[in-house]
């Protein structure tokens, strides 16, 4: 592949992933251990919560993300 196409491409690339990303709200989503800590929560009690339906959360794959 031609080294200016591969460029262009980048390019093109990254101009889309920073037109779609936003940080301010992706700071947000918190691992279970950063959610345990700003908290002061035990993991057992974060997914009692979340088996309760009293905190937003996402699953991705096998990981579960917490709005913080």
């Known amino acids: 592949m031609d080294k200016d ?8 690339f990254e101009d889309v992933v920073e037109a779609h990303l936003c ?3 992706e700071d947000q989503w ?3 251990r950063q959610f345990c800590k700003r ?3 035990s993991e ?3 997914r009692a919560l979340r088996r309760n339906d009293n905190v937003k959360f996402k699953q991705l794959g096998r ?4 709005w913080g």
């Open 5 to 12: 196409l591969k460029a262009q491409m980048r390019q093109l």
């Open 23 to 25: 940080p301010p709200c």
């Open 30 to 32: 918190l691992t279970s």
């Open 39 to 41: 908290y002061c929560i």
């Open 44 to 46: 057992p009690t974060l």
């Open 63 to 66: 990981q579960f993300r917490y």
